[in-house]
């Protein structure tokens, strides 16, 4: 198994332009998590879905932020428009039964 | 790399020595704690995971204590090698919820 997927593994952008961040899950599993991390906060839970269906985006910052997730095996994080502040590393991860995450290597972005 | 805090609290260890890392958990309804490991670069690995109704649980080189009366996770390595360098987290949940809390994170470092 590849693990999960994440891409790209670095984005520089400008502030006001919109990114989007890529995941995809491990096969089989039924929960997927998209977290953020950043020397002031740690890794925070910004949303999370359980077979395709957002259950909590209440650690989405704002209304910038949206996530999807179309089918089992794919979801994206996208920022509209960006902003420095938002620079970090973010991460996804999938579980069996929200047990024992897996997470993908990060996407590190740069907001300039 | 630049995805783990340069304030986190570091616990330095002689190679060979055993390495103790200590957290305090925040919800006392929390009955599931897992401890992850966080190499530079790469996203944090599950290493090892204990119920509230166990105190004591073993691993290959590693073992986790729980002290619910003071709400209290350590990780103890045992012979510490090179390979153990990286930041250490202890994240807690409930086995009713599906969102685990990461607590800050402990940096450890082997010395030669």
């Not at chain 1, 077979?51 to 910052?61: K, Q, R, T």
């Not at chain 1, 420095?84 to 039964?97: G, H, I, K, L, N």
Request: glycine content about 8%; hydrophobic content about 35%.
């Amino acid at each position: 198994d590849a693990g999960v997927i994440q891409s790209p593994r670095h984005e520089v952008t400008e502030m006001g332009q919109e990114v989007t961040l890529r995941c995809k899950p491990i096969s089989g599993h039924d929960y997927l998590f998209w977290y953020r991390q950043t020397m002031m906060r740690g890794l925070e839970l910004l949303i999370y879905f359980n077979n395709n269906v957002p259950i909590d985006d209440s650690g989405m910052p704002e209304d910038r932020f949206s996530a999807k997730m179309p089918n089992a095996s794919f979801s994206t994080l996208k920022i509209q428009p960006s902003e420095p502040r938002d620079s970090a590393v973010y991460f996804c991860a999938s579980s069996e039964r929200a047990r024992g995450y897996t997470f993908g290597s990060g996407t590190r972005l740069t907001v300039v | 790399g630049e995805s783990v805090g340069l304030h986190l609290p570091t616990l330095s260890v002689q190679e060979g020595d055993n390495s103790i890392i200590n957290c305090a958990y925040s919800n006392s309804a929390s009955d599931y704690f897992i401890w992850y490991k966080q190499e530079s670069g790469k996203g944090p690995q599950f290493i090892i995971d204990i119920r509230s109704n166990m105190d004591k649980r073993q691993g290959q080189r590693v073992t986790v204590l729980l002290n619910k009366t003071v709400k209290h996770l350590s990780l103890q390595i045992a012979a510490t090698q090179p390979g153990d360098s990286a930041v250490y987290f202890c994240a807690e949940t409930s086995l009713r919820d599906d969102k685990i809390i990461f607590g800050k994170g402990t940096r450890l470092h082997i010395l030669p």
